[in-house]
């Protein structure tokens, strides 16, 4: 009886299917950032780049023989929203976060990705804080595959120095942890040239009449105003500064490397001056995927090469480490070169991008160029 009984057990065990965790199973990775709200254009980049980043890697037998899979969060930019992105996340054992976008997202988020043990390379977070505080902290699974806003500011510094050191100059920032950082860093550079502001004000984000700031800056005779902020708010000063006959020029960073600016400026962005990296769709590397996004009819401006990079230095430093365990790939990442479509990457012990690289772009006729080569 108690044979009969254990045969019967035996052809049942073999008859339920046993779930095995090997190498055939995905890998998941993630981008998150503001795939809905005002900063939108965004988001769409960074999941553009993270979908066919994931798409090529997989054309080409994946990570380690598995296959990627892309899960695609929506911060809105709002850091409590960032953090409860991060948590549901963590319950995917999830392997990397390529994001997010803002910086006042990405700082609150690290903390639980870093208990979570996920590694997170952000193509667009550019708050100093970000991997100065981690280092502090002595937490190893943050890097950027684009710079911070210190060695942003140190061109926008020279540049106000150098073109606008005759002219009353305006600074302004957003309140928010990438625009006041900017603006601040900015600032700094400025006034190590001999030079003093004329004005420093804040603006709140989302405001829609800067009606008063343009009159207090008329009066003060502003001849240049910078502004550490998005091209949502850019777009409405500069556009309401000509309305009320303030020729000032104006001048941002990074995040105005986005076609919605001149949507919202229309010809009063004429003449706009912003820092951004050397645009990485002229890198020679990048030529067969701008064509990829191109065929799809998409234009992968912004940062879209940059959240492809950022899933590519991670599938090399995993291959590099043969493993996907965020501590060795993060050992990788540090001890390595890799070549990308934004160009060859090397991380400092931060997991900062050693020497980045900005030039001045001009906007005009509703398209920007380059202004000041990058040097």
Known sequence: MQRRALLLALIVAAAIPVRSVTAAEPLVVATVGPMTGQYAIFGEQLRRGAELAVETINTQGGVLGRKLRLEVG???????????????LATRRVALVAGHYCSSSSIPALAVYHEAGILQITPAST??????????????????????DDAQAKVSGRLLIERFGDRNVAILHDKTAYGRGLADETRAVYRQGGRQEAMYEAITQGDKDFTALV???KAAQIGAIYLGGYHT???????????QGLDAVMISGDALVTDEFWKIAGQSGTGTLMTFAPD?????????????????????????????????????????????????????????TFDTVVGQLRF????????????????????????????
């Open 74 to 88: 929506d911060d809105a930019c709002d850091p409590k929203q960032a953090v409860a992105v991060a948590n549901r």
């Open 127 to 148: 708050a100093p804080a970000l991997t100065d505080d981690a280092a502090r902290r002595k937490w190893r699974n943050i890097f950027r595959t684009y710079g911070r």
């Open 215 to 217: 009159t207090k800056m």
């Open 233 to 243: 708010e850019a777009g409405l000063i500069v556009r309401q500064a000509r309305d």
């Open 280 to 336: 990485p769709r002229q890198e020679p590397a990048a030529a067969a995927v701008v064509e990829r996004f191109r065929q799809g009819g998409y234009e992968p401006e912004g940062y879209a090469l940059y959240t492809y990079a950022a899933i590519q230095v991670w599938a090399a430093a995993a291959t590099k480490a043969k493993s996907v365990a965020t501590a060795k790939v993060a050992d990788a990442l540090r001890a390595g």
């Open 348 to 375: 400092d012990a931060k997991g900062d991008v050693v020497d980045p690289k900005y030039a001045v772009y001009a906007w005009k006729d509703g398209r920007y160029a380059v202004a000041v080569p990058a040097r």
